[in-house]
């Protein structure tokens, strides 16, 4: 239906193409129109803050281990994934790190891109971090042009020399395997010192030839500055770990607590009478770790229980982390096996 300049209504039917000699104010895409009333003529210079959808951004740790897997060299990407339906010219690009919570999105945001079409006098290269609110903020010093449905990347960071350590865990409520572990500690002592923004890590190491080599790739949490790293590359090939339960039994049945007053005639009265304790179950375990190796090899074992549980015996001395895990630290020799073996009592 088409109202005319002299007010009438006209019906089309059964019409695929209509033309209009100009635009007509008819706009083909979604538009924002203002109309801006200033006092006097002349120019202005206008600042538009809004909100889009179609903008991400991600980050990817590239990290190369020394022959001996002590140091490493750690490269970080950003990709920024322009889906917004337009292309930003020459902008300047911030990017926030941090559980940003947004009412109109049902999933968590873990980062938002700020873009102002601003140009810099003198182009640098790299990203300066600062602290924004409760977040971290990534200005890159230089003007980026992102294209509509463009996948950009630009390099966040470079750290050569990190100290890094090599740690083989078993940890059976993950992995019946014995899993290959990178720790780092995010600090400038250790070479780092960066607040890291959440991301895939991607571990290499060059072989006989010199040619890198892709060894596994992990995810990590958003990491401030002194906190701990841990990237879990792999399963070992020639450390294996088996758990055996070789007891289960039910040793204890539920106590009562009885509490009594006798007056001055004697009379009792149960002043208490209550459950103080339930069923207690008594589980044994073995666990052997096999070591293929032409050289001894340490492993951290990691065991979790719940409930109110006691460890009564164990073959190698053990520390409680928490309420929930229990950990063993022990030496598999080379080309031979290590058994630990333990016994834990826990209320249900």
Known sequence: ?????????????????????????LLTKPTLVWQVYPPTSGKRDVLTSYLT???????????????????????????????????????????????????????????????????YSQPKSGFVEE??????????????????????????????????????????????????VLNLNNSKEKGLGMPLPAGVVRVYKADSEGQLQFLGEDSIDHTPKGEKVTVVVGSAFDVTGKRTQTDYKKVGSDIWKESYDFDAKGTRTQTNYRKVGSDIWRGSYEIELKNHKSEAQKVKILEHFYGNWEIT?????????????AEWEVTVPANGLKKVSYIMERGC
């Open 131 to 180: 602290t924004l609110f409760e977040y971290h903020l990534y200005t890159l010093e230089r003007p980026a042009t992102l294209k509509n449905k463009q996948v950009k990347q630009i390099s966040l960071l470079s750290a050569d020399s990190v100290s890094v350590e090599k740690e083989l865990v078993f940890e059976i409520s993950k992995n019946n395997n014995v899993q290959v």
């Open 53 to 119: 959808g179609g903008m991400s951004w991600k980050a990817n740790y590239i990290v190369k281990t020394s022959a001996d897997d002590t140091k490493a060299d750690i490269q970080a990407w950003v990709s920024v994934d322009n889906n917004a339906g337009t292309t930003y010219e020459g902008a300047k690009l911030k990017l926030v790190a941090g559980e940003i919570h947004r009412v109109v999105e049902p999933e968590k945001i873990y980062e938002d891109v700020i873009l102002e079409n601003v140009m």
């Open 1 to 25: 239906m088409l109202r005319l300049n002299d007010g009438k209504v006209v019906t089309l039917s059964g019409v695929s193409k209509v033309e209009f000699p100009d635009s007509a104010g």
């Open 313 to 325: 015996e164990s073959s190698d001395t053990y520390q409680k982390v928490d309420a929930f895990t």
